[in-house]
């Protein structure tokens, strides 16, 4: 049985939770202060925490930075009357899980505490120090199943030797994921070395991989060390590799086959020990059917392969993403904003974001930078934004009673059945999907 911790100031409205919630098959430790809470959690072990944001000692995200201190893979969620756009987020950044609106369907608190369980048991069976490393890596943490696969895959290939191939559309993360891939891997305190193929002219490819000795060609002033030579030991990460001329192709090959490289203009082979890890935007098998791209060479880079999702695939992360480029635009800019408004969120969710998570980036660092309130509003948006209209989203303004059903019974069948993601399609709160299921008399 799962063990919780409720904190809520209100003895009458705390004693109704603990029973509903025992009466699922939860153990309920309640605690009335923030003082009392903290002892209990250096005493006990806990599976989740449920906290009130206002108490007589201090507020929900005290006891919130308290219990990570103590232990960072407790989920917690926050009860709220006071759901104000700045609240959410800085719960969010501190680390909480969700937070939920007073007053709350029962089914909905069943929802998200069995979310958040689900979580803590995907941690659990996750290895501390790879969570440390994704973090180093840059990388967000999603909670859509496409970021879930693709992290997976992360996991699963990183330990290994094998060559990956990382595809998927311009903007999405593939050199973030070639980075967390050897972070996680045995070569992480050796030299990852990443390399734009498309920016290499084919008159110099040779010098630039392999390396040069001075004077052996017109402009070869020094020596030079090459991209392989860099990275021994460590992990090589070729991107847009399909922009490899033919004769670069067969001298990536033969490095690989023979692990060995002579540099321009020298007698002497050079042992290397590499990882290689390439990736591309286009459809390498096309260009190998098509014969502009090596078939061997293909194969060689193909032991393992990872498509990054884009975007569009993965909007259950988007907030995610939003939240960690606004804290890295704060940085950057010397800003603070909090957050964003509403119709922010709700325009971002709409938007097909062709540009993907460099897109995102770009728009909210403008944003951070043009914003005169600690809330980035919609007026600081693109106008591609502030214009778009999802075709493909479920609308979010109800025109007819009739319609309004029809949308909200579509949205369920899309998330399938999970109100939380079905209230995220809509654009609207969990509360107010509950409280729409019971005036639609829909179960």
């Given at each position: 049985m799962k063990n919780i911790l409720l904190v809520e100031d209100d003895v009458t409205f705390s004693n109704m939770l603990k029973h509903f919630l025992e009466r699922h098959k939860y153990v309920v430790e309640v605690s009335y202060?923030?003082?009392?809470?903290?002892?209990?959690?250096?005493?006990?072990?806990?599976?989740?925490?449920?906290?009130?944001?206002?108490?007589?000692?201090?507020?929900?995200?005290?006891?919130?930075?308290?219990?990570?201190?103590?232990?960072?893979?407790?989920?917690?969620?926050?009860?709220?009357?006071?759901?104000?756009?700045?609240?959410?987020?800085?719960?969010?950044?501190?680390?909480?899980?969700?937070?939920?609106?007073?007053?709350?369907?029962?089914?909905?608190?069943?929802?998200?505490?069995?979310?958040?369980?689900?979580?803590?048991t995907e941690q659990i069976t996750e290895p501390k120090k790879e969570d440390k490393k994704v973090s180093n890596s840059h990388i967000v943490t999603g909670i859509s199943a496409a970021s879930k696969s693709l992290y997976e895959h992360i996991h699963l290939v990183a330990p290994t030797d094998m060559s990956v191939l990382i595809t998927g559309e311009s903007g999405t993360g593939k050199e973030v994921v070639a980075s967390t891939i050897h972070t996680q891997s045995l070569r992480k305190d050796k030299p990852f070395i990443a390399v734009d193929c498309g920016a290499i002219p084919k008159e110099i490819a040779s010098s630039e991989f392999f390396g040069h000795q001075k004077g052996s060609f017109t402009g070869a002033i020094n020596d030079k060390i090459g991209h392989f030579e860099a990275a021994n030991g460590g992990t090589l990460f070729l991107d847009e590799v399909g922009n490899l001329n033919y004769e670069s192709q067969v001298q990536l090959l033969r490095a690989l086959q023979e692990r060995k490289i002579k540099p321009v203009g020298s007698s002497k082979e050079i042992m290397v020990d590499i990882r290689l890890i390439t990736a591309t935007n286009e459809d390498l098998l096309s260009a190998v059917e098509k014969g502009n791209f090596r078939e061997d060479l293909y194969h060689r880079l193909n032991e393992f392969s990872i498509k990054v999702p884009n975007l569009n695939d993965r909007k259950d992360d988007l907030i995610l993403y939003a939240d960690f480029f606004l804290e890295k635009a704060n940085k950057q800019l010397n800003k603070s904003i909090v957050g964003f408004s509403h119709e922010v969120l709700t325009l971002f969710q709409q938007y097909n974001w062709p540009g993907n998570l460099r897109e995102l980036s770009n728009v909210i660092k403008r944003a951070t930078l043009l914003s005169q309130t600690e809330i980035i509003e919609k007026e600081v948006l693109p106008e591609e934004l502030k214009n778009t209209e999802d075709q493909y989203s479920i609308p979010n303004e109800f025109s007819t009673k009739e319609n309004e059903k029809k949308l909200i019974i579509r949205a369920l069948h899309e998330a399938k059945n999970n109100k939380t993601k079905a209230a995220k399609l809509l654009n609207i709160t969990r509360k107010t999907l509950y409280n729409k299921l019971k005036e639609h008399n829909i179960s």
């Open positions: 202060t923030i003082k009392n809470a903290s002892t209990l959690l250096k005493e006990n072990s806990y599976n989740l925490i449920f906290t009130d944001l206002r108490l007589p000692d201090g507020n929900g995200i005290d006891l919130l930075k308290q219990s990570k201190n103590t232990d960072s893979d407790i989920p917690v969620v926050l009860m709220t009357s006071y759901a104000e756009v700045s609240t959410a987020v800085q719960a969010m950044k501190q680390g909480a899980f969700d937070y939920i609106s007073k007053p709350f369907n029962p089914d909905e608190v069943l929802e998200v505490i069995n979310n958040a369980l689900e979580v803590k």
